[in-house]
């Protein structure tokens, strides 16, 4: 099974930066979806970035519209490795993000952070507050 591992949440004043890292790990294909969700309290999950991790390059990489502009998805030194780098944050921000994986995911365009059925995998989350 696919294993995420997210890390770099923490506590932030408005406007300032963070960057969240997820390590996946137990997949034998060679390229993967990663996407990052959050989840305020008394809310449902939404999908904030996708991108497919290919060969050679990361390609179908998309947000949602309220942090498009402030986040930026890519992947990280290792190739199972995605980093979501966070800028100008608000309150609006504050949640529990997750990572999750799949196969195909974001292949699916941009629905594919209208819902969680697009993504099999998924990490523990990491908390996010700001102030």
């Known amino acids: 099974d696919v294993q995420l591992v997210e890390s770099g949440g923490g506590s932030v004043q408005a406007g300032g930066s963070l960057r969240l890292s997820c390590a996946a790990s137990g997949y034998d294909y060679t390229a993967i979806s990663m996407a990052w969700f959050r989840q305020a309290p008394g809310k449902e999950r939404e999908g904030v970035a996708c991108?497919?991790?290919?060969?050679?390059?990361?390609?179908?990489?998309f947000y949602s519209d309220s942090v498009n502009g402030r986040f930026t998805v890519s992947q990280g030194n290792a190739k199972n490795a995605v980093y979501l780098q966070m800028n100008d944050l608000k309150p609006e921000d504050t949640a529990m993000y997750y990572c999750?994986?799949?196969?195909?995911?974001?292949?699916?365009?941009?629905?594919?952070?209208?819902?969680?059925?697009?993504?099999?995998?998924w990490g523990q989350g990491t908390q996010v507050t700001v102030s």
């Open positions: 991108t497919y991790i290919g060969v050679d390059t990361t390609y179908n990489t």
């Open positions: 999750a994986a799949d196969r195909f995911g974001c292949l699916r365009g941009r629905t594919a952070l209208d819902s969680t059925s697009a993504f099999g995998y």
